[in-house]
């Protein structure tokens, strides 16, 4: 089955600087990536996704990349702030309505 | 448009006890996902529902179970709870047209003793 590996588990950076989350998939069939960020005692949200046919998105300070062919996706966070630090989760799903395997989740902490 | 809703929020059973959980997916979805969210296991799908029906089914044992109702509202349930059970378990619902995105729930905490 689909495995997602996620690094690195804990990230530290000031405010103001860049964080990247890498993730790798096993599944060449799966076409979907989203990005989930998690604060403390709060529900997982949808904060970005990418679809297989798709090799780069932005919104605003977010980003996301994928390599189909080295089958793995990045998030990068650009000027971050405190606000941003929380859980981020990666994963991938193979179709609609199918299961979305998770990564075990990155800590980030933006200090000020 | 409303969020997810989960219901109860807290539960704590103790071992051997069965448990059901409640969701409330967002008005217009009909597709309804479960998760459970360990510190050492991560997120890991449970099973998902669409049309009263289950598509999928993850790598549980048949301990947990669940149905959807007609207006998409789901149920889990948990017979001869174990300590492992202890976990949060999250819903998720996806609009049928574009159910590749999910969106959580807040979750019911559930510890056994």
């Known amino acids: 089955g689909e495995n997602v590996e996620q690094h690195p588990s804990t990230l530290s950076v000031q405010e103001g600087d860049s964080a990247v989350i890498k993730c790798t998939y096993s599944?060449?069939?799966?076409?979907?990536f989203p990005w989930y960020k998690q604060e403390l005692g709060k529900r997982p949200q949808l904060i970005i996704d990418?679809?297989?046919?798709?090799g780069e998105k932005k919104d605003q300070r977010i980003a996301v990349t994928l390599n189909k062919t080295a089958k793995h996706f990045s998030l990068h966070i650009t000027e971050t702030q405190p606000e941003d630090s929380a859980v981020y989760f990666c994963?991938?799903?193979?179709?609609?309505?199918?299961?979305?395997?998770f990564g075990k989740g990155t800590t980030l902490s933006v200090s000020s | 448009k409303a969020g997810v809703t989960q219901t109860p929020r807290y539960l704590i059973k103790t071992r051997g006890q069965q448990v059901t959980l409640s969701c409330s997916p967002i008005?217009?979805?009909?597709?309804v996902s479960w998760y459970q969210q360990t510190p050492g296991q991560g997120l890991q799908f449970l099973f998902e529902?669409?049309?009263?029906?289950?598509?999928n089914k993850g790598n549980f044992p048949g301990r947990f179970s669940g149905r959807q109702f007609s207006n998409s509202r789901s149920e889990m349930n948990v017979s001869t709870l174990e300590l492992g059970d202890s976990a949060l378990y999250l819903c998720?619902?996806?609009?049928?047209?574009?159910?590749?995105?999910?969106?959580f729930g807040p979750g019911t905490r559930l510890t056994v003793t």
């Open positions: 994963a991938a799903s193979k179709a609609a309505g199918t299961a979305l395997i």
């Open positions: 529902y669409f049309s009263e029906t289950q598509r």
């Open positions: 998720a619902s996806s609009p049928a047209d574009r159910s590749y995105e999910q969106y």
């Open positions: 990418i679809r297989s046919n798709v």
């Open positions: 599944d060449s069939a799966s076409n979907y």
């Open positions: 008005s217009g979805h009909r597709s």
